[in-house]
């Protein structure tokens, strides 16, 4: 049931929020926003460095659906244009002449490969795969594609013996729709069950014709990357009996068809990441052995498997963006070789941000080339390197596409089109702090005020923390936030043992542990925020998704401290959500087995996981709660709330649940815009009925 809503001026008076007319001629920011924001991602730069494709995607309002298009911005700044206006079209690809890009569209059915002549001309469809095609990747030649096509496994006819029954079958129920589970991981959220279904690396001519299937194995493969010759292709596969899920293994075939031949490895899991450009190694990323807090390192080998050398150490850095938000599209991180083979440049997790390093492949070491604090969500190199592609944020800018140039060590922002919409907003700017949890260890955090805060009046604190847990907050644009903080309070969120940024014996201090050391340092974060002049101590709340929603439910089972809380698809059973999540991996939470922070495996530990769980603790819960999740969540399945809300009811403690129809995991980043809308609606709602 959807809790009742506070007319505004209610709510104003209550968080003692000022009128808009306070904040002059900009206005609060509204959940109702998310119409008006520009996704921008997917920053693709063209090999002579001169132009950039990139995506926009927009919550479109009277289809209540997402609508992306490609556009192209010139690298001197000179020019941005729109490129396409299909319904969903993403994934941009430069021929190796710049003159085409070729990209996924998705239309009213599985997307297909388009190409787009630059100098003139309409799209014109590349592929008729039955289930569609994603992923192109040119040859260096120019003169085929690589691209991913998955197969469907055929529904098998209905165990019915029609004869007996003296009828044909009808041809509604001539296959049956029984499903069979054969495999340890048969679904992914977002895409349902996917038992029966097999990605394939295929090749296609690049004027569309002659596709051809190159692999078929029942593992399925994907991520194809041509060799500099192009005579094989270097490819990705996650074998389906590994049950932990993360023990993928390199592979090579023929670009014409044959024999596929397995890259041998003695590593845990290994994941190739490009050829060098001499086409005698292979970069790539492993880790040795099953450990959840894993930091990846990055080697080569030759193409026969021998010769291996490891550049950057495992457990060093967190390659990728780590930093969450809302307002994030499909970031693709980054990763590439200069052309000497000698350096590789990539985006890494640091400490509240993201930014782009240069590795030497010969010492290890790293130089930040793009820094600054903020949010680098993924970014391309030109063909020489001298210049990079990125798409950048922080928490008043909303995502745009940068370039900058290596010779000079200068950045320059190409699109402003979230401009006009921040330029309106009265946004709230975060203040970062620290502070000792007294266990020798020091949590970083942020303040998010009122941005029309008034000198000496305290406002409700809500402390929301992150998902993961190997993920972190930073310097990024949160929309939810900065609902928040329009509509009066002080939002305060930190990166706690778990987190991903400060190394890995921080990210890995929650393995076998995953509530304490959260729980001491929120605890340490709360305990300093309630000093500040315009924190209100008698007003705190506390919310969280995912892991987030598994940590507000363990703070409240061990504190009365909050006056009400939200848990977001949450986890309220460790065991349960081990064997049921779509990762289905026994020791998905653990690190490495015969370890200290190894809790024995879901069956043997499961005293372990059972202890770790909130719902072993829900008697303590007295705090009113709001639980929300989505009814098509595979990845924290929606019995993990029924039965905090179920044991909760028995209790006779206050709760309310919300469900959302047809909703995942990813409800707050990418589900339906009005579900979206309505969420933060009834969270804040949810927060103002609690506040006196």
Known sequence: MRPLHVFPLVAALLTGALPASAAGSKRPVAAEDLFKIAFVSSATISHDGKRVAFVVQRADM??????????????DGSRVVQLTRGENDAEPAWS???????FTRAHEGPGQLYAIDLTGGEARRLTHQEHGASGAVFSHDGKRIAFTSTAVDPAPLANVDWKALGIAPPAKYKHSDIRTLPWPRYQLNGAGFIYDKTPHIWTIDADGRNAKQLTSSRDGETTPFWSPDDK????????????????????????????????????????????????????????????????????????????????????????GDGVINDTKENGNGCGELTPDDATLIADVSISGATEIDAFSLASGKATTLIGGGREIMDCSLSRDARTIAYTALDATHLPEINVFDRTTGQSRGLTHLNDTLTDSLALAVPEQHAVSNGQGGTVAYWV?????????????????IHGGPHTEFGNSF??????????????????????????????????????????????????????????????????????GGYATLWMISHTNRFKAALAERAVSDLF???????????????????TPRSWGGALQGYPTYWQQSPLAHV??????????????DTRTPIAETLQEYEA????????????????????????EPIHRVERLHIITDWFNRHLR
């Open 62 to 75: 009277k289809s209540d659906t997402y609508k992306a298009g490609l556009w192209l911005a010139d690298s």
């Open 96 to 102: 190796p002449d710049d003159r085409t890009i070729v």
């Open 232 to 319: 094989q292709i270097l490819y990705s596969v996650t074998p389906l009996a590994s049950v932990e899920g993360d023990q993928g293994e390199m592979w090579l075939i023929s670009s014409s068809g044959g024999t596929p031949a397995k890259i041998a490895s003695s590593h845990y899991g290994v994941n190739p990441q490009q050829w060098f450009h001499d086409g005698k190694r292979i970069l790539f990323a492993y880790a040795s052995r099953h450990d959840a807090s894993s930091l990846p390192a990055v080697a080569s080998v030759n193409a026969d498997g021998g010769g291996e050398r490891t550049h950057v150490a495992e457990n060093t850095v967190l390659f």
């Open 448 to 464: 998010l005020k009122p941005p029309n805060a008034v000198a000496g009046k305290r406002y409700p604190v809500i402390l929301d």
């Open 478 to 547: 949160f929309h939810e936030f900065q609902v928040l903080a329009a509509r009066g309070y002080v939002v305060v969120y930190a990166n706690p043992r778990g987190s991903v940024g400060y190394g890995y014996d921080w990210s890995a201090a929650l393995d076998g542990n995953w509530g304490d050391a959260m729980f001491a340092d929120e605890t340490a974060v709360m305990d300093e925020v309630v000093k500040r002049a315009d924190a209100d101590p008698a007003r705190t709340f506390v919310s969280g998704g995912s892991y």
């Open 576 to 594: 349960t959500e081990t064997l049921s999540a779509d990762f289905a991996a026994p020791r998905g939470f653990e690190g490495p087995p015969g």
């Open 619 to 632: 008697a303590a819960v007295h705090t009113p709660l709001l639980l929300l999740h989505g009814d098509n």
């Open 648 to 671: 909760l009811k028995i209790l006779n403690r206050p709760v309310e649940l919300v469900e959302f129809p047809r909703e995942t995991h990813d409800l707050s980043r990418t589900g």
